[in-house]
Each structure stands twice: as structure tokens, then as C-alpha cells.
């Protein structure tokens, strides 16, 4: 009986949850960017500033995109300003930014809120369990991670603190857990 009333929960549980794939965003050029291109790729999604002692994880996410990035994985950066105004810039200073200090060629997006009233789908995905049948998170700082599998479920979230070549994400980006 009990497996049954899992079971149940379960199904009743994945109606009421969205799809990862029906999420549209900008681009920090402003142009429109549907998640359903990421159908059959792991997803590392991470909220960006460029005045935060995390800043220099752009580096790392550059390298671990020039070494995965492709058919099989993409990296999606969210520049945010919800912490002590970490992120100043415009969208154009933004891209100028990261490209010239870190060579950034992953794909960046444009400036969003990571909570509050004004939280972005995405996010809202992110940190709703009604919303990604899997978990509720709150966003806690700038650099923080999410991974998505090649199925749009969302597997983890991660501290800011999490270098992004760490065994756990290139562990998880080849298939080792």
C-alpha cells in the first residue's frame, strides 16, 4: 500500500512541475535564448559578478568550457546584482568585462534577479521544488551552481565555493558518479 501512495505522489508531484526545456531567457545581446537547444546537455548554470571576491571563477568556467563544452555540455551565466551590488555593470560593460579580463566564450546572459519578487523563471525553476520536482534551494551568494542533466532534471546545487573544476562537476561532466 504504501508503494502505491509513492507511486502516486510521485506522478501527481511531476504534473505540477515545469519544464526545464520550455524556459526562454536574453542573451546579454539581448537576443532571445530558448533552453530547448539544450536538450541532450548537462547544464552548468551559475549567477555571475564581476566585483566579487568569487569573480575570478570566470577563469575556471572558461577553462572547464574550452575542455567540455560543446554536443554535450554548456555553461549558462547569469549575471546578478542581488548581492551587495556585486554587479554594477551594464550588460555591454558586462560582456567587455569578461571577455577581456577572462576570455569568457560561454554562453552569458542578461542581467537577472537570482531571488526576491522579481526572480527570473530560470531561478524560479532553479530553487522551486513545485516548479523542478526535485528540490527547493535559495541562491545564497554570487557564483553559486546548479547542474542540470542531458534531460533537464536537476541533479544539484552547489556553494559558491565549489571551484568549477572540481572532481564533482568534471566527475559529474564525464559520467563518473
Given at each position: 500500500m504504501s508503494i502505491l501512495l509513492v507511486l502516486m505522489t510521485n506522478v501527481l508531484f511531476a504534473q505540477n512541475s515545469s519544464n526545464f526545456y520550455?524556459?526562454?531567457?536574453?542573451?546579454?545581446?539581448?537576443?532571445?535564448?530558448d533552453f530547448s537547444q539544450l536538450k541532450g546537455k548537462k547544464v552548468l548554470i551559475v549567477n555571475t559578478a564581476s566585483k566579487c571576491g568569487f569573480t575570478s571563477q570566470y577563469?575556471?568556467?572558461?577553462?572547464l568550457n574550452k575542455k567540455y563544452g560543446g554536443?554535450?555540455?554548456?555553461?549558462?551565466?547569469?549575471?546578478?546584482?542581488d548581492f551587495m551590488n556585486?554587479?554594477?555593470?551594464?550588460?555591454?560593460?558586462?560582456?567587455?568585462?569578461c571577455t577581456i579580463n577572462y576570455g569568457v566564450t560561454f554562453q552569458?546572459?542578461?542581467?537577472?534577479?537570482?531571488?526576491?519578487?522579481?526572480?527570473?523563471?530560470?531561478?524560479?525553476?532553479?530553487?522551486?521544488?513545485?516548479?523542478n520536482g526535485v528540490?527547493?534551494?535559495?541562491v545564497k551568494w554570487?557564483?553559486?551552481?546548479?547542474?542540470?542533466?542531458?534531460?533537464?532534471?536537476?541533479?544539484?546545487?552547489?556553494?559558491?565555493s565549489e571551484n568549477p573544476?572540481?572532481?564533482?562537476?568534471?566527475?559529474?561532466?564525464?559520467?563518473?558518479?
Open positions: 520550455d524556459i526562454k531567457a536574453q542573451t546579454l545581446e539581448g537576443e532571445t535564448f577563469k575556471e568556467l572558461e577553462e554536443k554535450k555540455f554548456a555553461i549558462l551565466g547569469f549575471p546578478s546584482n556585486q554587479e554594477p555593470l551594464s550588460e555591454k560593460d558586462i560582456r567587455e568585462f552569458m546572459m542578461s542581467k537577472i534577479s537570482v531571488k526576491g519578487d522579481d526572480i527570473h523563471p530560470v531561478y524560479q525553476w532553479l530553487t522551486s521544488k513545485q516548479k528540490m527547493d534551494s535559495k554570487n557564483f553559486q551552481k546548479y547542474l542540470v542533466d542531458e534531460n533537464g532534471v536537476l541533479i544539484s546545487t552547489l556553494p559558491s573544476l572540481s572532481e564533482t562537476i568534471t566527475n559529474w561532466i564525464e559520467g563518473k558518479q
